[in-house]
Structures are given as structure tokens and as C-alpha cells.
T-cell receptor
Framework: DTEVTQTPKHLVMGMTNKKSLKCEQH?????MYWYKQKAKKPPELMFV???????INESVPSRFSPECPNSSLLNLHLHALQPEDSALYLC?????????????FGPGTRLTVT | AQSVTQLDSHVSVSEGTPVLLRCNYS??????LFWYVQHPNKGLQLLLK??????LVKGINGFEAEFKKSETSFHLTKPSAHMSDAAEYFC?????????????FGTGTSLTVIP
């Protein structure tokens, strides 16, 4: 199984709402990633988890809060977002630590902040 | 430091003609290199990867790429374009660190296929 799943597919939220994005993989990967992608742009790295610990935070605003409850799950908690946060949010996973590793991407969550 | 340059932001080809998408990289290490394709409103799909084995890499859907160390290039080719190849293509270089892999994306090339 080389699939990364993401839910929901689409999300519309107001600026005062709290919502969460979910990502799941069962490939035994111990690195998981959140990316933000604007139209016609490459994905921008937000967070990296290695062995369920946050290893990279690319200066993301605190209104985005990641969580890795176990080796298969990755969440992104959203609170008090701004309209400019509207984007496609992609989750990915890979092997780490010396293994030749490609990333496997989920289909993304299309987020609209109103 | 790692970086990737995709030399063309947009490429347009006729159906049935060859495709060439260009990518140059900069890497302090022996790099791993990847090409991904993204169809509209979809996630990224791995087309192929170079991992220091054969320099000519075959991928899915008839795509190939050749790693040329002397030219620091990893160009993507396909002999005959199909309408379904119209998409955004990203060249990616990987840097293995002790905190996990770090991936560096090119800015993307939008491929249009003309019937």
C-alpha cells in the first residue's frame, strides 16, 4: 500500500473557527510532512516530523499547530486563520535516516478561509 | 546547500511530439533527484527517481530522465506526448540529514499538450 490519505478533501472555515486536517499512511514511514501550496507555485514546507517528533518548523504562524499522535497519523490543527491561508494543504511521508527515500503525497485538502 | 532550477516555467508541445523539461541542481552531497507530476487540484505523483544507480532512469507513463553530473542536470523526456501529460511538473533534490530528509523543489514547469 503506497497511499497517503487526507481528510477532508475540501474545507471552508471562518476566521474564528477551529478545524483539523488529518493525514494517514501505513507504509512504515517515520518521516511525515505538511506542505502549503498556492496556485501555480511549488509546495512550501511547513513542518517535518521524524519518529513522531517535530524536527523542522519553517517559521509557521502559531495559528497552525501540528500533531503526530503515532507513526501513522499526522494532524494539522487550525485556529483563527486568515484569508491568505487559503491554499491546498498537502501531507507527505517518506523513509528517513540514510535510506534512499522519495516522498509519497496525499491528494491534499483544499482550504478556503472566509 | 541544495537548490533546483527548472529552466522553463511553461512548455507547449503538440500531441505525439517529444517532451523535454529541463532541470539543473546544486548539491553539496551526492544527491537524490526526483520528478513529480501534479494534475490540477491533485496531489503530487512520483514519476521517477535517481538514487546513484543507473544514470538513465525510467519512470512511469513513458517518462525518462538522465542524470548528468558534469552538467548538474536531470532533464525529463518523453518520446511522444499524450494529452493526459498536460500537468505541472516539479524537479526535486533530496538532502539526507540526521533530522530526516529535506526536499528542495524547483519552481515547476507547466506542460501544455496541443491536439
Amino acid at each position: 500500500d503506497t497511499e497517503v490519505t487526507q481528510t477532508p478533501k475540501h474545507l471552508v472555515m471562518g476566521m474564528t473557527n477551529k478545524k483539523s486536517l488529518k493525514c494517514e499512511q501505513h507504509m512504515g514511514h517515520r518521516a511525515m510532512y505538511w506542505y502549503k501550496q498556492k496556485a501555480k507555485k511549488p509546495p512550501e514546507l511547513m513542518f517535518v516530523y521524524s519518529y513522531e517528533k517535530l524536527s523542522i518548523n519553517e517559521s509557521v504562524p502559531s495559528r497552525f499547530s501540528p500533531e503526530c499522535p503515532n507513526s501513522s497519523l499526522l494532524n494539522l490543527h487550525l485556529h483563527a486563520l486568515q484569508p491568505e491561508d487559503s491554499a491546498l494543504y498537502l501531507c507527505a511521508s517518506s523513509h528517513i535516516l540514510g535510506q534512499v527515500a522519495e516522498q509519497y503525497f496525499g491528494p491534499g485538502t483544499r482550504l478556503t478561509v472566509t | 546547500a541544495q537548490s533546483v532550477t527548472q529552466l522553463d516555467s511553461h512548455v507547449s508541445v503538440s500531441e505525439g511530439t517529444p517532451v523535454l523539461l529541463r532541470c539543473n541542481y546544486s548539491s553539496s552531497y551526492s544527491p537524490s533527484l526526483f520528478w513529480y507530476v501534479q494534475h490540477p487540484n491533485k496531489g503530487l505523483q512520483l514519476l521517477l527517481k535517481y538514487t546513484s544507480a543507473a544514470t538513465l532512469v525510467k519512470g512511469i507513463n513513458g517518462f525518462e530522465a538522465e542524470f548528468k553530473k558534469s552538467e548538474t542536470s536531470f532533464h525529463l523526456t518523453k518520446p511522444s506526448a499524450h494529452m493526459s501529460d498536460a500537468a505541472e511538473y516539479f524537479c526535486v533534490v533530496s538532502d539526507i540529514r540526521n533530522t530526516g530528509n529535506q526536499f528542495y523543489f524547483g519552481t515547476g514547469t507547466s506542460l501544455t499538450v496541443i491536439p
